[in-house]
């Protein structure tokens, strides 16, 4: 990854300015060559990301236009705050991994902000997206491009749309390029006008062109109109139109250039169509000759010194920041990860260990340094900093600070803390699927999107009419519609198995709910994980399984109870226990039955057929088969419970620290780095 710093000079700024959006384009002064060449995302740039002073804290942007063919680029950067004590430092990086922009980039005060790259679309959370009228042309614009108007057909409009009501307070604002050939007498800039009569109209913000003057006309107010002191000539033009409650004013290239007292609230709201480059009274009307770029609406008057600061910054880039050398800062970082070992039970050999973002104390840097847009050069070492753990990352989302990875760890007890390193901003590798494989995991289904399997055994499931949610585990499956569930394919279950999953339910209108069925349509042979069935008590978990024999366990407590709860049921030749958050429950059995269950199909969220239906909520699910299930007993079960339950206290991360360029190594030994 490469970066480089940006200073904005302070005597371009006026004022303080809180969340002010800034513009990093082409003629900002002294980009770095390596800028056009190092991005990666040579299509949309959105590998280039913004920091702030500390080279830590990420900034919102939007990354508008990246070419790097013709050395073109249009970033919004939302500085936290930009005064005039001191020169701003921020830092562009580049090289690493994409991420998407920040639609509250603009603040939620923003209604509308278009580029006009070609169409006028809004950059704003809001989707207020504009429609051409009558095709307009988009032509060399003051920031990239613009919208050119013949000034008698071309317009850009929206249907009424409440976030353009605008009754205390209001800012329009664009860059014109007005070259006088038209013939309407108020060629529209900006306006939102109703469909009744000429004379109802929230705004207009135009040009009166026998004065050759801007005109701001608002109805309702204690003073209707407002006319700029100066003219307009042609070329390039900031203009802004303000109404703050006290008073209209109008801004000509940053400055004030008129205002007048007036007070009161716009009542003409609920209807009317907005249009730049025209006007709605009952048709399209008053066309703006020339070009239109960087159309704003606020629903507050914005300050003089923001309006003055942003036409320094746009008016000439080159003056307003200056870059400078770029420098190369592909990093390996790390953080220890310590386990607190009065979470663990007992020793837990290839114990799996999830890391998640509610682990404790997560460094800042590992939202930005990870290089990855998938995750995957997020790696994990033992205590010795040299030994690789294998590790599956099922998510790493930088925009929303989510990750799930799960680590394989040799050996995991009470006699002290375990510390792990994290690692990443280096080489990228695949998912290692034998961290689920050595402890006899067919299926391991972690429901992001899917039920694609990652235990390596490939036994994706299809998943039936069953919901996409939030989940205990980043997300779930909602069961509740009463015809959903996940057909997992044909895989051997022997005397020897495990079900675990995670489970929520609230509901009790309907009786015997499936989780796991692994068994013939008639129930002859089956192992079950259920709950609810009024034969066994309101609520309460069963583990049930016939063949030869057949045994139930039942536990004592009510899972219906809109709590998300940890389920196990494990098969260990004849022993039969069940786990309900952890710990045993009901009274473990000792049965020798037979295995017919093994090549019956089965079901989650359902009995394989169409009968039984879950009503809940499912996460997480596994099932183990095999000699190594003898492995995962009590302490393993309770130990990974306390662990999915809440990261939060069962570990926690140290600082990050990192090795830069040429001195980068793949780990780092204890006592050396």
Same mark, same amino acid.
């Given at each position: ?44 740039? =959105? ?8 080279? =830590?804290?990420? @900034? ?100 009424? !749309? ?24 108020? %060629? ?15 705004? *207009? ?14 109805? &309702? ?27 209209? @004013? ?10 007048? %007292? ?40 914005? =300050? ?31 953080? %220890? ?40 050069? *997020? ?15 099922? @998510? ?41 494989? !050595? ?80 068994? &013939? #349509? ?49 098969? &260990? ?7 309900? &958050?952890?710990? #045993? #429950? ?77 001195? *980068?190594?793949?780990?780092?030994? %204890?006592?050396?780095?």
């Amino acid at each position: 990854m490469y970066r480089f710093p940006i200073t904005i000079d302070k005597t371009k700024v006026q004022g303080t300015n809180t969340n002010f959006v800034y513009l990093f384009n082409e003629l900002c002064s002294s980009i770095p060559a390596g800028f056009w060449s190092h991005v990666v995302d040579t299509t949309t740039g =959105l590998d280039i990301r913004f920091f702030d002073t500390d080279g =830590l804290t990420e @900034l919102k942007r939007e990354i508008v236009l990246y070419n790097s063919g013709m050395s073109k680029v249009e970033a919004w950067v939302q500085i936290l705050s930009l005064g005039t004590a001191a020169n701003k430092v921020i830092y562009c990086q580049y090289g690493g991994a994409t991420r998407a922009n920040d639609t509250d980039t603009w603040i939620s005060s923003f209604k509308h902000v278009s580029h006009q790259q070609g169409n006028g679309n809004d950059s704003t959370v809001n989707g207020t997206n504009l429609s051409d009228g009558s095709s307009p042309v988009y032509d060399i614009g003051k920031i990239e491009t613009g919208v050119s108007l013949n000034g008698a057909s071309r317009y850009s409009y929206r249907d009424y !749309d409440a976030d353009f009501d605008l009754p205390n307070a209001f800012t329009l604002e664009a860059w014109i390029n007005w070259d006088k050939t038209g013939t309407s007498s108020y %060629p529209h800039i900006i306006s939102k006008r109703y469909d009744t009569s000429d004379g109802n109209y929230n705004f *207009i913000f135009c040009i009166d062109r026998a004065s050759n003057k801007l005109f701001l006309i608002v109805n &309702d107010l204690s003073t209707n109109s407002l006319l700029s002191s100066s003219t307009i000539g042609t070329g390039w033009n900031h203009v802004a139109a303000v109404y703050d409650g006290s008073s209209l @004013l109008i801004y000509i290239n940053g400055a004030l250039n008129n205002s007048t %007292p007036s007070t009161g609230t716009i009542t003409r709201v609920g209807s009317g169509k907005f249009g730049v480059g025209a006007g709605w009274p009952q048709s399209w009307s008053e066309f703006f000759d020339g070009i239109i770029d960087e159309v704003r609406v606020s629903s507050s008057g914005l =300050l003089a010194d923001w309006i003055k600061t942003e036409y320094n910054n746009q008016n000439d880039p080159a003056t307003f920041s200056l870059c400078s050398a770029e420098e190369d800062v592909t990093r390996i970082y790390k953080f %220890p990860i310590t386990i607190d070992k009065t979470k663990v039970q007992g020793t837990n050999t290839n114990f799996v260990y999830l890391f998640s973002e509610l682990c404790l104390s997560i460094p800042a840097g590992f939202w930005a340094h990870v290089k990855d847009s998938g995750g995957l050069d *997020i790696s994990f070492f033992d205590t010795d900093g040299v030994t690789e753990l294998k590790r599956e990352i099922v @998510l790493y989302s930088t925009g929303t600070n989510k990750v799930e990875a799960w680590v394989q760890i040799p050996s995991l007890g009470t006699a002290s803390n375990k510390i792990i390193y994290c690692q990443y901003g280096g080489a990228t590798k695949s998912n290692d699927t034998v961290i689920w494989s !050595d402890i006899g995991s067919v299926v391991t289904y972690h429901y992001q999107g899917n039920a694609n399997d990652t235990s390596g055994a490939s036994h994706d499931g299809t998943v039936n009419n069953a919901t996409q949610i939030d989940g205990k585990i980043q997300k779930a499956y909602d069961f509740e519609n009463g015809n959903a569930s996940i057909t997992v394919p044909t895989f051997d279950l022997t005397n020897q198995f495990i079900y675990s999953l995670w489970m929520k339910s609230t509901d009790s209108a309907h009786d015997l709910k499936s989780l796991i069925r692994k068994g &013939d #349509v008639l129930g002859d042979t089956q192992a079950s994980l259920l709950y609810d069935y009024s034969g066994f008590g309101t609520g309460k978990l069963a583990f049930f399984c016939t063949g030869t024999n057949t045994l139930t366990i039942i536990s004592s407590s009510d899972v219906n109870n809109d709590v998300w709860h940890y389920v196990v049921a494990k098969r &260990d030749g004849n022993v039969f226990t069940l786990y309900l &958050d952890g710990v #045993v #429950v009901g009274t473990p059995q000792t049965v020798a039955t037979s295995t017919g269950y093994n090549s019956q199909p089965c079901a989650i969220g359902k009995y394989p057929g169409a009968s039984l239906y879950n009503y809940g909520q499912i996460d997480e699910v596994r099932i183990l088969s095999g000699v190594n299930v003898t492995n995962i007993g009590d302490d393993w079960i309770k130990t990974e419970y306390n662990n999915q339950n809440d990261p939060a206290t069962f570990s926690s991360c140290g600082s990050e620290s990192s090795i830069v360029g040429e001195e *980068i190594f793949t780990v780092w030994i %204890p006592g050396i780095i």
